[in-house]
C-alpha cells in the first residue's frame, strides 16, 4: 500500500485544523457578545439579512427602506461587528 502523505505531515495538517476551528469557534462567540451590543434596529437589520438569507432588497422593501441606505446601515453595521470581534480576541488574549 502506498502512502501519499508523511506521519509527519498528517500530524501538522490535524494540528493547523484544530487550531483553525478554535479560532473559528473564539470568533463566534465574540460575533454572539458583539451582536448583543448592537441597538436594537441594528441587530433587528442584522438578523432580517443574514438569519433569514433574504437579500438586502428584500429586507428594505420588508422595512419601507430604501436599498442603497439598507446597504450602507448594514455595511456600517458588518463594519462595527468586526471592530469588537477583533478588540474583544485581542482582549483576551491580552488576559
Given at each position: 500500500?502506498m ?9 501538522t ?10 479560532l473559528l469557534?473564539?470568533r463566534r462567540e ?15 437589520l442584522v438578523?432580517q ?9 428584500r ?9 442603497q ?5 448594514l455595511?456600517?453595521i458588518?463594519m462595527s ?9 485581542a482582549?483576551r488574549?491580552?488576559?
Amino acid at each position: 500500500r502506498m502512502r501519499l502523505f508523511s506521519s509527519d505531515f498528517i500530524d501538522t495538517l490535524a494540528t493547523e485544523v484544530e487550531n483553525s476551528l478554535d479560532l473559528l469557534d473564539d470568533r463566534r462567540e465574540a460575533l454572539s457578545g458583539c451582536l448583543k451590543k448592537l441597538r436594537e434596529q441594528d441587530r433587528h437589520l442584522v438578523m432580517q439579512r443574514y438569519q433569514h438569507r433574504a437579500t438586502t432588497r428584500r429586507v428594505a422593501e420588508s422595512l419601507g427602506r430604501s436599498v442603497q441606505g439598507t446597504r450602507k446601515s448594514l455595511h456600517r453595521i458588518r463594519m462595527s461587528l468586526l471592530t469588537c470581534i477583533e478588540r474583544t480576541l485581542a482582549a483576551r488574549e491580552r488576559a
